[in-house]
């Protein structure tokens, strides 16, 4: 019988849940974030870069660290942009641009309303007997939704113990 999909919740994950500042973009690294950014938006004057981006890339069978390219600055400046790096100051449609880019590369959403983590690719109903999808249980076993848990327990932990 097919139920609703109960996503990630529980004890392991209210803390992430409650501290996270991912909302729809979770497993995105900021390296590719960085590099996206730079890719869309060649008008911008960013700092150079030097390094690379690691990660599994769905569809690489390699998973293997691919070169940060070099994108040349362009001084056209397109309609309903502006020549500002900083982030805060980027016009509507510049954000819109790069968070419709990121949204495809996502892993995770994080639900504050409701207090869940789910897939982004969650299939919405599961046979499961545990009642979470396969797409919700893979997630569940991601190494960068792992390392994001571990960084918030850890974090709770060291501020409890500055507290005793």
């Known amino acids: 019988?097919?139920?609703?999909?109960?996503?990630?919740?529980?004890?392991?994950?209210?803390?992430?849940?409650?501290?996270?500042?991912?909302?729809?973009f979770g497993g995105v690294s900021f390296e590719l974030r960085r590099r996206l950014s730079r890719q869309l938006h060649p008008h911008k004057a960013f700092p150079i870069l030097k390094g690379s981006v690691?990660?599994?890339?769905?569809?690489?069978?390699?998973?293997?660290?691919?070169?940060?390219?070099?994108?040349?600055h362009s001084p056209v400046i397109p309609e309903g942009g502006?020549?500002?790096v900083k982030f805060s100051l980027w016009t509507d449609s510049e954000k819109s641009k790069l968070e419709e880019v990121l949204r495809a590369w996502a892993c995770w959403e994080v639900n504050y309303t409701h207090g869940y983590v789910r897939a982004t690719r969650c299939?919405?109903?599961?046979?499961?007997?545990?009642?979470?999808?396969?797409?919700?249980?893979?997630?569940?076993?991601?190494?960068s939704?792992?390392?994001?848990?571990?960084?918030?327990?850890s974090s709770l932990l060291s501020s409890v113990l500055v507290a005793c």
Request: glycine share 8%.
């Open 145 to 153: 939704l792992k390392a994001a848990l571990r960084k918030v327990g």
């Open 82 to 84: 502006n020549a500002c």
């Open 123 to 143: 299939e919405g109903t599961t046979k499961n007997p545990n009642q979470v999808c396969t797409a919700c249980e893979k997630v569940a076993d991601d190494s």
């Open 1 to 24: 019988m097919l139920r609703p999909c109960r996503h990630l919740t529980g004890k392991k994950y209210e803390e992430y849940i409650l501290r996270s500042q991912t909302r729809s």
């Open 54 to 72: 690691s990660g599994n890339v769905e569809g690489s069978s390699s998973g293997a660290a691919s070169e940060f390219t070099a994108v040349a």
